[in-house]
């Protein structure tokens, strides 16, 4: 399968068209089997003691290792069959920046990890998970 950057920069679109996604106000960038995601921490993000909670920090790892693997494949849309997570650090403001990257493939299963840094570059989280191929095609009615 040829992937090229005209795949990267759909794949972009796709993500930044998602409705979850206007509400958190991410940023992207996808490679060859790589993404960055950018997400700046704002105050209605927080849980009741003031920190970000686990489900924003599974969102961020999950969106980098899943479009990290998904830089992979031009033909259908991926999902997400199991992500593990371990937080490190809590974050209460400032910035996250996770980095994912695909680490390898098996039959429909891709497998990638991304790791989340704050704004002073100390790592706050990681993740890893298996991602399978699915029978949706990327089509421009899914943003791509």
Same mark, same amino acid.
């Given at each position: 399968m040829a992937v090229d950057e005209e795949h990267f920069?759909?794949?972009?679109?796709m993500y930044r068209s998602? *409705?979850?996604n206007e509400y958190f106000k991410p940023t992207i960038s996808? &490679? *060859?089997g790589t993404a960055v995601v950018a997400?700046?921490?704002r105050r209605d993000f927080s849980h009741?003691? &003031?920190g970000v909670p686990g489900a924003v920090y599974f969102k961020h790892l999950d969106d980098a290792s899943f479009f990290a693997a998904a830089s992979l494949v031009d033909d259908a849309f991926?999902?997400?069959?199991?992500f593990t997570v371990t937080l490190s650090k809590p974050v209460r403001d400032g910035s996250m920046r996770a980095e994912g990257r695909a680490t390898g493939s098996e039959g429909r299963r891709l497998f990638a990890e991304a790791v989340i840094y704050d704004g002073a570059g100390v790592e706050i989280a990681r993740g890893n998970g298996?991602?399978?191929?699915s029978k949706i095609q990327l089509t421009p009615e899914l943003g791509y």
């Open positions: 920069r759909r794949l972009e679109r998602a *409705p979850v996808i &490679g *060859p997400l700046d921490v009741a003691a &003031g991926i999902l997400t069959a199991t298996v991602f399978v191929r």
